[in-house]
């Protein structure tokens, strides 16, 4: 029996194999690069959530958005990767508890019992409202409505995956994908957008001292409840108390300006 021999493979063949070997290591390499931002945004959305949800799992979920930013990242847009990524990655790890339904409906329509309360004190008052006057409005004692406003802490989450439309066609799209690009601006949406920024302005400037100062410290200096905590010299639950109160605040405000 006559011996085969092997054809030679050719030398573009093994260039391309070989480009393709590198430009898988180097995307691996890129990945790895960015998990400690997808650890760091898993570990600040898994302060507010139920602690029954593992830390893993948002981060495995985190990973997921890493790799979808990774595939629809396009640089021409003039927008860093980072930015770019941390949308995606976030909006991912929101998607996960949305879908496992962490939240249960009782706790999700104490929730929007709360904010209609605070809507409506505010009307009344022409102020944010104090917690004491809340729980009055509910008809609780006040370490009730602590207890309350510990439930609903994880109901402030939202997702920038949810599908919106936009205004060029009648397709579906994901909220981020509608997220203001370099170049993508008209002069509708350009006044939209400081519309929105001097009413969210408003909005914040009407909550308590206190308030401000957890939101300030918490979106912008970027801090966990636990230091919050530390520079108020309040615990990490009532930080929580206290920026689930306010969000529930704004909230209110800006549905209730939006609607008029």
């Not at 573009?12 to 890129?30: M, P």
């Not at 959305?45 to 958005?65: K, N, T, W």
């Not at 406003?149 to 936009?166: A, P, Q, V």
């Amino acid at each position: 029996m006559a011996k085969q021999t092997r054809k030679p493979i050719p030398a573009k063949a093994h260039a391309q194999y070989g480009a393709a070997a590198a430009q898988a290591v180097s995307r691996e390499r890129q990945l790895t690069d960015y998990l400690p931002m997808v650890k760091y945004i898993a570990g600040r959305i898994a302060m507010g959530v139920p602690r029954s949800v593992e830390l893993d799992d948002l981060i495995s979920a985190g990973v997921v958005g890493l790799i979808e930013a990774f595939n629809s990242f396009d640089a021409e847009k003039g927008v860093k990767f980072e930015s770019y990524a941390s949308i995606r990655i976030r909006g991912a790890i929101l998607d996960e508890l949305r879908a496992v339904d962490w939240a249960p409906r009782s706790t999700r329509a104490k929730s929007r019992e709360m904010e209609r309360a605070i809507s409506a004190l505010e009307n009344r008052l022409g102020r944010s409202p104090t917690e004491r006057e809340i729980a009055e409005s509910l008809g609780v004692p006040l370490d009730d409505l602590h207890h309350l406003l510990d439930d609903i802490s994880s109901t402030t989450l939202l997702s920038l995956d949810e599908l919106t439309y936009g205004s060029d066609d009648d397709k579906p799209v994901p909220l981020v994908d509608t997220l203001g690009m370099p170049g993508q601006s008209d002069a509708l949406s350009d006044l939209e957008r400081e519309e929105m920024k001097a009413l969210l302005v408003d909005s914040i400037g009407l909550l308590s001292e206190q308030e401000r100062l957890v939101i300030a410290l918490y979106y912008y200096e970027e801090l966990t409840l636990k230091e919050i905590g530390q520079v108020m010299e309040l615990s990490e639950s009532r930080v929580s108390q206290i920026h689930t109160k306010a969000v529930l605040s704004l909230r209110a405000k800006l549905r209730t300006k939006l609607m008029r």
